[in-house]
């Protein structure tokens, strides 16, 4: 009987296990919907924006530009990575894939001789590297569950900063792009100093691309800003979605298990219990039958 | 050469306009340029004002809060951080933005503050010129 109590007790405690991961799953589904639609909203604009920037940058010469530190290549010394983690979890290997990601390129560019720094965004992000000796420059968590601009604009200020004071020679940004709701992909993104487009050779003659008033001011009021904005907010969109998928795909496998486990130990509750029956029986018909004698 | 040129209007939100136009009026930061079909790849920088397009003949507006025109031979782009074509604008929020803004502005001595409520000024102001003219337009029309 005793062994009838036990898995009464284990069915509940699966039972109330599976009712949280269910809600979880829920709650998950419901926001990773807007986080989608967000996601998708915001590419173009800033699909469009690195694409500009792109074209103008492989343009213009150096020499037109040169006040702009934002534009000026060095010697790559010290890197900064910017990783976008999340700061809950149960959300399966979403975050685990990205430190995974960016344990292999600390240990590159180390290889290189380079000296790494970090700038973490995410709880999650700052447990998982506190034990690891790295540099870290910078600590963003606790951060809206919505990215917005103010947040973008905060990180890609202090990213700038770093880039123009000299204390990092490049900035790569290591996130997860949402691809669907069953895909996500970690993905590594120079952002500065801004990535090159292959030199494509070009067969026919182009016209010279005109800028008004000028391309130091078309740069640093506009393009510049917008970049070093747009590619971090972008980051943070694609994080965040990618995050709830990912939650919303550990939630239901969760949920799905705990039904699994509550069907096996239904059967195995409904065996003991028969069992139990039957030998009580016996014994009746025994007893019974010793009387008549 | 073709007669017309793909017009995008892009903000961080969504694309505003994605279709073929005949041309092109916006307000550069020194002044008014019109771009036809053909024209040479020029990168501007906007100021808060009206857009004015034209689709097969007709005039379509747009309020466009500051950004960049990026042309080339057969695209411009339009890449703002607001933008609404004339006929979504909500005139009367516009017109409220407007009154409360102006409230605010003078009982605020502060610089930042007052270059910050200039600047929503100048948003509701475009904003309700471009339904104007959209509506304008429809009258005409009608």
């Known amino acids: ?293 | 050469m073709a007669n017309t040129i793909n017009l995008k209007i892009i903000t961080p939100e969504r694309v505003v306009f994605d279709d073929q136009v005949e041309q092109v009026t916006a307000v550069a930061n020194d002044g008014e340029l019109t771009i036809l079909p053909g024209h040479e790849p020029i990168v501007t920088t906007l100021a808060v004002d009206v857009l004015r397009f034209k689709v097969k003949g007709e005039e379509e507006t747009a309020a466009i809060i500051g950004g960049i025109m990026n042309v080339n031979n057969t695209e411009v782009e339009i890449l703002s951080d607001m933008a609404e074509l004339g006929i979504e604008i909500d005139e009367a929020r516009a017109n409220q933005a407007k009154s409360r803004v102006e409230a605010e502005k003078s009982q605020k001595t502060d610089k930042l503050d007052a270059y910050v409520s200039e600047m929503a000024l100048s948003r509701a102001m475009v904003r309700l010129k471009a339904a104007e003219m959209a509506k304008l337009r429809r009258r005409g029309r009608a």
Do not use: H
């Open chain 1, 1 to 293: 009987m005793a062994n009838l109590k036990a898995i009464r007790q284990r069915i509940k405690s699966v039972q109330s296990t599976q009712k949280i991961t269910r809600a979880m799953r829920l709650v998950a589904a419901a926001k990773v919907r807007r986080a989608q639609m967000r996601v998708l909203a915001a590419r173009p604009f800033t699909q469009a924006v690195v694409r500009v920037l792109r074209e103008v940058v492989a343009e213009i010469s150096p020499i037109d530009v040169q006040g702009l530190e934002l534009l000026s290549r060095r010697d790559v010394k010290k890197v900064g990575l910017i990783v976008l983690s999340s700061d809950r979890g149960l959300c399966g290997s979403y975050n685990t894939s990205v430190f995974r990601e960016v344990v292999a390129r600390i240990s590159q560019l180390q290889a290189e001789g380079k000296e790494v720094g970090l700038i973490l965004v995410g709880l999650k992000a700052v447990s998982f590297f506190k034990s690891i000796k790295v540099e870290k420059l910078k600590v963003y968590t606790l951060l809206p569950a919505i990215p917005t601009v103010e947040e973008a604009k905060m990180i890609a200020t202090y990213a700038g900063d770093l880039y123009t004071e000299k204390k990092v020679d490049a900035i790569e940004v290591i996130g997860t792009d949402f691809i669907s709701m069953l895909r996500s992909e970690v993905v590594t993104t120079k952002y500065l100093p801004i990535d090159m487009p292959q030199a494509e050779v070009k067969t026919s003659l182009q016209p010279i691309r005109l800028f008004e008033p000028s391309i130091v001011d078309v740069m640093e009021r506009e393009l510049l800003p917008k970049y070093i904005q747009n590619v971090i907010y972008q980051g943070l969109l694609e994080a965040s979605a990618a995050e709830l998928a990912a939650r919303m795909a550990a939630m239901t496998n969760a949920s799905n298990n705990a039904r699994d486990l509550i069907a096996g130990l239904t059967l195995v509750y409904n065996k003991a219990r028969q069992a139990a029956i039957t030998q009580e029986l016996l014994e009746i018909v025994g007893g019974a039958e010793a009387l008549k004698g």
